[in-house]
């Protein structure tokens, strides 16, 4: 199970190997560098949580690289691993923004447990950041919910019907249909709306990590939990937990937030006392719980206490209608702080956005018009601007685009998303609405260099 990523920047090597190897048998992920110029690469590439820095490297010190890495990524955290004990040193570091200092020779035992707090605060400033997004989000409403489609109006009435109410409301709908959009409105709409909007994807952890992030635990109840901490459960008292993707939830976490539905109270890990809340539980589940049900994977007791109200969301295929106003809308928002040259589509351009399949609904229509903003030169986006699957729609149904126009088209595609990212292959990856392998791939397959 992997715990974080670490980036270990130690320009000795034996070093370097003895610490990757006591915090690769811990869970974590570790990147090496060598230099603060590789460190630099690493932090631009990867999505990096700790960042281990020798003081003394081959092309600059570690104590000033600090101030450089808290600059671009505030929510890294570094530990500055000193082998001269150089309280000067260790001093500065923790003014340029450090969490903390060891030296390499005497505080070994002394690692694990700083790597575990300095994660807590990661994670803690990563949470404070969600809950003020969420809170800007707060105020999303009925109205922000655009379509004028049958499909999409049937949603938002029976969606407006429920809100005022606490009954448990369940969403069903492919991915990207906009599920949280309408968790966050019936939330705004409730009586609950001046109260927490937490959110969690139920298919984003691992068992032990959902049930902590669920529940909470107590300090000692499995190896890195030094301290009580509240579940979202408890976070959300008093205001509305949105259950994304449930139908990933494993059985026995089904049961107990069964209870939760049913008598309002839970245990956390590790602990023997009940914790009475006052919630308000929003599910969503792009599977077909029905089967899911027949197949043993989902609990029938809780689908009928959640299925209180049930509301389906159309995917986009079914909505062609809506679509050059979804598009008009994510242009006008993605403008506003970039791409200010763009001030409209063609009609060829939103014809051909009609007659696309959608499988990624309307969060793979966003993705769609920002790849297209940033690779257009003129005012307008045009077919040119478009992803080449999209480009060519009819040619290549027909088999009438030749394999290696497709390949020249997708190469340069990717080089222009990758100058725009700055080579953030992660960033990247998901613009172009990929996984991180089938980029790394593709980078070498076209030979693209940065």
């Keep these: 199970m992997t715990i974080a990523n670490i980036l270990l920047v130690e320009d000795e090597h034996d070093v370097r190997l003895l610490l990757k190897r006591v915090l690769s048998l811990e869970g974590f992920v570790v990147f090496e560098a060598e230099s603060i110029k590789e460190a630099s690469k690493q932090l631009n590439h990867e999505s990096i949580d700790v960042v281990l820095c020798d003081v003394k490297l081959p092309d600059g010190n570690g104590v000033e690289f600090i101030s450089k890495i808290k600059a671009t990524h505030p929510y890294i955290e570094i530990i500055v691993l000193t082998a001269y004990g150089n309280i000067p040193d260790s001093v500065q570091a923790i003014k340029n923004g450090a969490f903390d200092y060891i030296t390499k020779a005497n505080d070994n035992q002394r690692i694990l447990p700083l790597l575990y707090r300095a994660l807590e605060k990661v994670k803690l400033e990563k949470r404070v950041a969600q809950l003020e997004k969420q809170a800007a989000e707060r105020y999303a409403n009925f109205d922000s919910i ?151 994977k989902f609990r029938e007791d809780l689908f009928y206490r959640l299925n209180l109200v049930t509301i389906s969301l159309p995917p986009l295929r079914e909505r062609q209608d809506d679509i050059p106003l979804l598009a008009e809308y994510f242009l006008k928002k993605l403008t506003q702080d970039a791409y200010q040259q763009v001030k409209g589509m063609t009609n060829a351009f939103v014809e051909r956005l009609q007659k696309n399949e959608w499988r990624g609904n309307i969060r793979e229509l966003r993705n769609v018009i920002e790849r297209s903003l940033i690779v257009c030169q003129s005012s307008e986006l045009s077919v040119d601007n478009l992803p080449v699957e999209l480009q060519y729609h009819t040619s290549l149904k027909s088999n009438t685009l030749s394999a290696f126009d497709l390949s020249s088209v997708e190469r340069l595609h990717i080089h222009r998303v990758l100058q725009y990212t700055k080579w953030n292959k992660t960033q990247a990856a998901k613009l172009l609405n990929i996984s991180s392998a089938t980029l790394y791939r593709k980078i070498e397959e076209y030979k693209i260099e940065e």
Aim: contains cysteine; aromatic residues 4%.
């Design 146 to 296: 655009i379509g004028n489609s049958l499909g999409i109006t049937q949603a938002k009435t029976l969606a407006e019907l429920a809100a005022p109410t606490d009954a448990p409301v369940l969403l069903l709908g492919e991915t990207g249909t906009g599920k949280e959009v309408f968790a966050q409105a019936i939330h705004s709409a409730s009586k609950r709306n001046t109260k927490t909007f937490l959110g969690l994807n139920c298919s984003a952890f691992g068992k032990d990590i959902l049930e902590s992030e669920l529940f909470g635990h107590k300090a000692g109840a499995f190896t890195g939990a030094n301290k009580d901490k509240k579940g979202l459960i408890e976070e959300a008292n008093e205001g509305t937990l949105f259950l994304d993707e449930i139908g990933e939830m494993p059985l026995d976490l089904q049961a107990k937030l069964l209870r939760v539905l049913e008598t309002s109270e839970f245990i956390k890990v590790g602990d023997t006392k009940q914790v009475k809340v006052n919630i308000r539980i929003i599910a969503a589940t792009n599977r077909d719980i029905q089967q899911e049900i027949s197949n043993g």
